[in-house]
T-cell receptor, first 111, second 115 residues
Framework: GEDVEQSLFLSVREGDSSVINCTYTDSSSTYLYWYKQEPGAGLQLLTYIFSNMDMKQDQRLTVLLNKKDKHLSLRIADTQTGDSAIYFCAELTDSWGKLQFGAGTQVVVTP | DGGITQSPKYLFRKEGQNVTLSCEQNLNHDAMYWYRQDPGQGLRLIYYSQIVNDFQKGDIAEGYSVSREKKESFPLTVTSAQKNPTAFYLC??????????????FGPGTRLLVL
């Protein structure tokens, strides 16, 4: 099974906040990432957090990291229809750059 | 305009045929990666290269081959030994490895279909 787990689907109303959750298993991970994938496209890097941080904010995006529970979340404030996509979390599991990805969370924004 | 380009966008393979997917980057990144994405699944690593003329197998290398003769290019060949090649293939690159330089940036992908 996946070392990184995410819920598969999230439906949110336009203007509300979205929270996408992720759990990982490697306590030695140094960096954790959030990527966004629109239909038929590659992955777009949204943000990342270093393991010695608890929170990182970047405009509408807030990343929270709970190292004790190995839990990562991405909050999108004021969700827009353009935020509809698949969101992947990934952990850096090796010093040379190996990423372990979750299966992705499909976010659907409804008017 | 820096970035990662992949071509073609769509590729069709006949039974028993080898096909090559192109990946080029002009970001001056040392490391490059190939991933496979199947519907409803996360990305799985096929091959990676930390430096020119060197590459290593990832988690699902069987039926694939790569070369890294130039820093900016990392082509992937899907051989006839790969029995289930239909997937979306993504190329990525990172500035380096270690010391925070591992952040990977992705190309637009190539969708491979079997006729």
């Amino acid at each position: 099974g996946e070392d990184v787990e995410q819920s598969l689907f999230l439906s949110v109303r336009e203007g509300d906040s979205s929270v996408i959750n992720c759990t990982y298993t490697d306590s030695s991970s140094t960096y954790l990432y959030w990527y966004k994938q629109e239909p038929g496209a590659g992955l777009q890097l949204l943000t990342y957090i270093f393991s010695n941080m608890d929170m990182k904010q970047d405009q509408r995006l807030t990343v929270l990291l709970n190292k004790k529970d190995k839990h990562l979340s991405l909050r999108i404030a004021d969700t827009q229809t353009g935020d509809s996509a698949i969101y992947f979390c990934a952990e850096l599991t090796d010093s040379w750059g190996k990423l372990q990805f979750g299966a992705g969370t499909q976010v659907v924004v409804t008017p | 305009d820096g970035g990662i380009t992949q071509s073609p966008k769509y590729l069709f393979r006949k039974e028993g045929q080898n096909v090559t997917l192109s990946c080029e980057q002009n970001l001056n990144h040392d490391a490059m990666y190939w991933y496979r994405q199947d519907p409803g699944q996360g990305l799985r690593l096929i091959y990676y290269s930390q430096i020119v003329n060197d590459f290593q197998k990832g988690d699902i290398a069987e039926g694939y081959s790569v070369s890294r003769e130039k820093k900016e290019s990392f082509p992937l060949t899907v051989t006839s030994a790969q029995k289930n090649p239909t997937a979306f293939y993504l190329c990525a690159s990172s500035p380096g490895t270690g010391g925070g330089a591992e952040t990977q940036y992705f190309g637009p992908g190539t969708r491979l279909l079997v006729l």
